[in-house]
DNA sequence: GTCCAGGAGTGAT
DNA sequence: ATCACTCATGGA
């Protein structure tokens, strides 16, 4: 299918999601929800393969291309800092991800890097998800709340850390419908948020980072350590500030659809500067 | 050995 | 409200 403006590269490998493999032909393989997909870029012509039926309804939903992607990013454009990431990662978009892995994957993501995440959520689904293949990729998907509810002690020796409370306390509350993640995505961003801290091991980061990866609200600007350094540098002259500050801070200047500036300087400076993947990977995996 | 990682809970002030 | 401390894990 044809898609534009669309990257697979900053989509998939900005952090927002952890259940991405790129191949050693730089397209990528990826289990959501039930099924197995394979991607190929080849510029604005996109290759789906997979177990789902419907891959085009599915990737419309998936990486949100029903947005106006262009006036999104004109309204966020305020000065040189945003306009080089805006510049450097085109074709980012914001995924609208499963709720249920989100919440759990940003619970893990605790004072943790993302490698680590990437292997906790693996670890989980392994050995208590579903195994899905496609053209001799295979992959699990991502465990139920009563999955891990049904296996805690197989829980406990996946290297979850202190979050592993967390875990399991998150998926009691959602399999007692004490939290009902349908009716909060269909709540304002402030009562979003509001709810999702009830839960245990979820604050306001993590909580924004489920409103934004997987509800789409764009309004929601989660300050993890890298925004924090990023912000304070280019907006402060790295004076002291709180977090609290720093995303009222980055709410009221960037407005409206303020996640995806944070996205976008989040992945400028963290993906743009990285150690082991050389420009031309870069390039390679862009589909140039 | 030390420091850091897409933080949050707890308790003292 | 704001601070300091702690939490378990793996990599540099």
């Avoid at 350094?229 to 659809?257: P, T, W």
Wanted: hydrophobic content about 35%; some cysteine.
């Amino acid at each position: 299918m044809e898609i534009n403006n669309l990257s697979l590269y900053y989509t998939l490998e900005c952090g927002q999601t952890f259940r991405w493999r790129r191949t050693s032909d730089c397209s990528y393989f990826g289990i959501v929800e039930e099924n197995a997909f394979i991607i190929r870029q080849h510029g604005n012509i996109f290759e789906i393969t997979s177990t789902e039926s419907d891959v085009e309804e599915w990737a419309r939903r998936y990486f949100a291309l029903d947005i106006d992607l262009n006036n999104i990013l004109l309204e966020i454009d305020r000065d040189e800092h945003i306009h080089k990431a805006i510049k450097s990662c085109r074709g980012l978009h914001i995924l609208r991800q499963e709720a249920w892995e989100t919440l759990a994957s940003y619970i893990l993501s605790a004072n943790n890097n993302i490698p680590n995440i990437k292997r906790m959520v693996e670890n989980l689904s392994q050995r208590l998800g579903e195994r899905r293949e496609i053209e001799g990729y295979s992959g699990f998907t991502f465990p139920s709340p009563s999955a891990i509810l049904k296996n805690k002690d197989i829980v406990n020796k996946c290297r979850l850390g202190f979050r592993c409370d967390y875990l399991i306390k998150a998926a009691e509350m959602i399999r007692e419908e004490r939290i009902e993640l349908v009716k909060i995505s269909r709540l304002s961003y402030e009562e979003c948020r509001e709810e999702l801290m009830k839960i245990m091991g979820v604050g306001g980061k993590i909580a924004d980072c489920v409103a934004l990866f997987s509800f789409g609200m764009y309004e929601a600007f989660p300050v993890d350590v890298w925004i924090r350094r990023i912000i304070r540098n280019l907006y402060f002259s790295n004076n002291k500030v709180s977090n609290r500050e720093i995303r009222h801070f980055a709410m009221r200047y960037f407005g409206r659809y303020c996640g995806y500036a944070q996205e976008y300087l989040y992945c400028h400076y963290r993906l743009n500067k990285p150690e082991g993947i050389t420009s031309q990977t870069v390039e390679q995996a862009q589909g140039i």
